[in-house]
């Protein structure tokens, strides 16, 4: 695993006349009634009534973190090896800027034979920890104001595939609990001749309760009138208590927990909630403070 730490990069941000004044876009040009930026959605607006402290300093930086993995071996896709990139990219910026290619910074480069899987949590130790290093803030010198301040970042966001979900979240995507909405409030089944978990007419639980679709018992699941409401949403110290309990990865790998795969699909304790703000990060559902749900 390679680890390029972010710190000094940030720094470097301030340190150049080119990108200091752009570090404080979400600040300056804030908008009601139209989503143009992360920073117009309500879950940015829910993190700075959580943590004021941190929203009224407009150099603090917001921070979404991208993997995904793949083979580099384009011509032997046969070949097991994999590359695992994890890129940190930066929401202050304005929005034709902060997903381009030079403020994407490459920050851990996963290789190997096979995907790290859950284990991913193993390789992300590093960058953890100078995240909590940069909640807690580092000196850093802003070229435009010739003055040093305490420059504070935290992670919003990640985005990544459903697998990639899988290895971040700690709530497994395989299976018959793999939908991290419904959890062990599934309604999927096994498919007779294909035995394989199928979610087919599970979305109907979540329309209104007079619509014409839930007694639509020919065009769904034949003989299947649908009753239920939909599956409750956790809140965000509903799932910490749920998983503060749960061992984290270490090198000697994943510990399976009882009832994995019957009641709950739940592999680990993600390392993300090492950090001290992401427990109460979520506005909509438990594991959308991993996913691009978050914002949108």
Same mark, same amino acid.
């Given at each position: ?18 990108? &200091? ?23 940015? #607006? ?11 300093? !407009?150099?603090? *930086?917001?921070?979404? +973190?991208? &993997? ?14 994999? %590359?695992?990139?994890?890129?940190? @990219? +930066?929401?202050?910026? !304005?929005?034709?800027?902060?997903? &381009? #290619? ?14 790290? #899987?859950?284990? /991913? ?5 590093? +960058? ?6 940069? %909640?807690?803030? /580092?000196? @850093? ?30 709530? $497994? &995507? ?58 409750? /949403?956790?809140?965000? $110290?509903?799932?910490?208590?749920? *998983? ?5 990865? @270490?090198?000697?790998? *994943? ?7 019957? %009641? ?11 950090? !001290? ?14 996913? /691009?749900?978050?914002?949108?």
């Amino acid at each position: 695993m390679f680890y390029l730490p972010i710190i000094p990069r940030l720094q470097r941000m301030f340190a150049s006349m080119q990108t &200091t004044q752009h570090m404080t876009w979400h600040y300056e040009n804030k908008i009601e009634g139209m989503l143009r930026h992360p920073s117009d959605g309500e879950a940015w #607006k829910h993190f700075d009534r959580k943590h004021p402290s941190f929203a009224s300093d !407009p150099h603090n *930086v917001r921070l979404g +973190l991208c &993997t995904n993995g793949f083979n580099p071996y384009i011509q032997a896709l046969s070949s097991p090896y994999s %590359w695992l990139p994890v890129i940190a @990219t +930066l929401y202050n910026l !304005p929005p034709e800027m902060c997903m &381009t #290619k030079p403020y994407m910074f490459l920050t851990c480069l996963i290789t190997g034979p096979s995907n790290p #899987k859950a284990s /991913i949590d193993v390789y992300l130790e590093p +960058l953890i920890d100078d995240l909590n290093k940069l %909640w807690n803030g /580092i000196w @850093t010198y802003d070229v435009s104001r010739k003055q040093n301040f305490l420059m504070r970042a935290a992670l919003m966001l990640t985005i990544n595939d459903f697998p990639a979900y899988g290895m971040i979240s700690g709530w $497994s &995507t395989h299976g018959r609990l793999s939908c991290p909405h419904y959890m062990e409030h599934t309604e999927s089944f096994t498919l007779t001749y294909g035995r394989k978990s199928c979610w087919f007419d599970c979305h109907r639980r979540f329309l209104p309760i007079e619509h014409p679709f839930r007694r639509n018992n020919k065009a769904f699941r034949k003989g299947e009138v649908e009753k239920d409401g939909p599956p409750p /949403i956790l809140t965000p $110290s509903q799932v910490c208590r749920r *998983v503060k309990d749960f061992p984290k990865v @270490t090198k000697s790998g *994943v510990t399976r927990m009882d009832g994995y795969g019957e %009641w709950h699909n739940w592999t680990k304790r993600s390392i993300f909630w090492d950090l !001290p703000y992401w427990k109460d990060n979520s506005l909509r559902h438990n594991l959308d403070v991993i996913h /691009i749900e978050f914002f949108f």
